[in-house]
């Protein structure tokens, strides 16, 4: 067969092609399920290792900063040293540390775990997702490919929720990491016979491992500067420090990439105003939505007192409303307007999030969730205008730096927006504490009453974020240079 590059090593022509597809589908799904998987588990796992209320983001945030930090570097090892080879690798990494979170017995070592997870999640993704533009010729087969690619991993988010919940209750919280282990266990058997191997022979090898370190430094500096402002004080010379050491190592990454020969992240690709303004787009998406997905966990279990099976299926309504709407917003991307898809998911998602803000404290699911669920399950209308910009206008040679740039643009403004929304709700929820009956003995009326002050103005943060990202699609995206791209998607 035909490969994607004429210094690529060459597929045997007998390989299985659809069996490796269907391995490196599976362990991917693992990746995107992570995302999700313990944010139904986090106030069970938060009582058992005893963390502290603030800290409990970190669970989500360590995974999401070291996968979206190290994803560029990972699909430049893959391409370089070998897919198959890093894919394994990575894999490896991604089970055991699984191991390690599932016998975890403190927060800290969960945390560190979490972020050792998260870079084999970024390790594994985009040498797998090479692996299958290598093994497909250009055209309908691998449009065909791509296109079950995208399905299985749009749907990690809702199966995580569900299969958390089913498994925190009826299994105990380790199991949700132990159910990697056996998966990534399989694969790992099957993948040196069923996966062929592959790289770039003559190109240059380099790397630019400070790339992803100081940008990945300078995002977990400024989350704890932001999750322990609350405590310490916003003005606090700590606080200060750590968001000044934040920027200095973000304006440190900046300079890198503009000085190497080879830069993790080319910085003339934000000349293409439609591909700066999707990934802005996908930044405040991710920072919207898993932030959304966050705090209405911590609502339904901690006010609520819904059990995780029970919150898991709650969550349905979101991924199920986003599997109707994903075939007429596809329709509606190649013969109306990408753009236009766009502004109505973005305006859809942000008013259904702000009509959560609504949910009482003695609420119902279909009195006071349903309809905000089903309303921000148009968040489809958005990841596939968003993914078709983030190519539109990229040559062959950066494709995949530029594919690779909107994941992590949606896994770093996740770990953001969790940090920001968790912050808010438990600064507002000490305010409303500290003015309720009795300083040192708050009864539970009192306590729901705060925690749902608290969790409200979370969501109208994830509501305005999701909103702000309305004028970034006005100003910033294309519409011909989207139709363009929409075109052959």
Known sequence: MTTVDSRETAVPAEIHRWRAFSLLAVACF???????????????????????????????????????????????????????????????????????CALATSATFLIVMRGIQGL??????????????????????????????????????????????????????????????????????????????????????????????????ALIVGVYAISQAPAVGWTATRTLALLAASAVLLAGFVVLETRIAAPLLPLRLFRLKTLAGSNAVGFLLGASFYSYIFIGTLYMQQVLRYSAMKTGL?????????????????????????????????????????????????????????????????????FIPVSIGALAGVTERDAGIASGLIDS?????????????????????????GHGPGAGAVNAAAAASALTGGFHWALWVSGLIALAA???????????????????A
């Open 30 to 100: 693992m990746t995107a399920v992570d995302l999700t998987i313990v944010n139904v588990a986090l106030p069970t796992i938060g009582v058992k290792l005893r963390f502290a209320e603030s800290d409990l983001q970190w669970v989500v945030t360590a995974y999401a900063l070291t996968f979206g930090g190290f994803l560029l570097l990972g699909g430049r090892a893959a391409d370089l040293l070998g897919r198959r080879r890093v894919f394994t690798a990575g894999l490896a990494l991604f089970t055991a540390a699984s191991l390690a």
């Open 120 to 217: 084999g999640a970024a390790t594994v993704l985009p040498a797998a997702l090479s692996i299958v533009m290598n093994m497909f010729s250009e055209g309908a087969e691998r449009n065909k490919a791509l296109g079950l690619w995208g399905a299985i991993g749009a749907s990690g988010a809702t199966v995580g929720l569900v299969t958390g919940g089913a498994l925190t209750r009826y299994a105990g919280w380790p199991y949700i990491f132990y159910l990697n282990v056996a998966v990534g266990g399989a694969a790992l058997l099957l993948a040196r016979r069923v996966v062929p191997e592959s790289r770039l022979h003559d190109a240059r090898r380099s790397y630019d491992p400070l790339g992803a370190v100081s940008v990945t430094g």
């Open 314 to 382: 709650a969550w349905l309504a979101v991924g199920l409303t986003g599997v109707v709407l994903a075939g007429p917003a596809q329709v509606l991307v190649t013969r109306a307007s990408a753009k236009l898809v766009m502004l109505i998911g973005l305006s859809v998602t942000g008013s259904g999030i702000l009509w959560a803000t609504r949910a009482p404290v003695h609420g119902s699911f279909w009195a006071d969730l349903a309809g905000p669920f089903f309303l921000t399950g148009t968040v489809t209308w958005i």
């Open 409 to 433: 643009s949606q896994q770093l403004g996740g770990a953001i927006g969790i940090a920001v929304a968790s912050t808010v709700a438990a600064a507002h929820s000490g305010v409303l504490l």
């Open 470 to 488: 309305v004028p970034v699609t006005l100003l910033l995206v294309r519409r011909t240079e989207l139709a363009q791209a929409a075109a052959p």
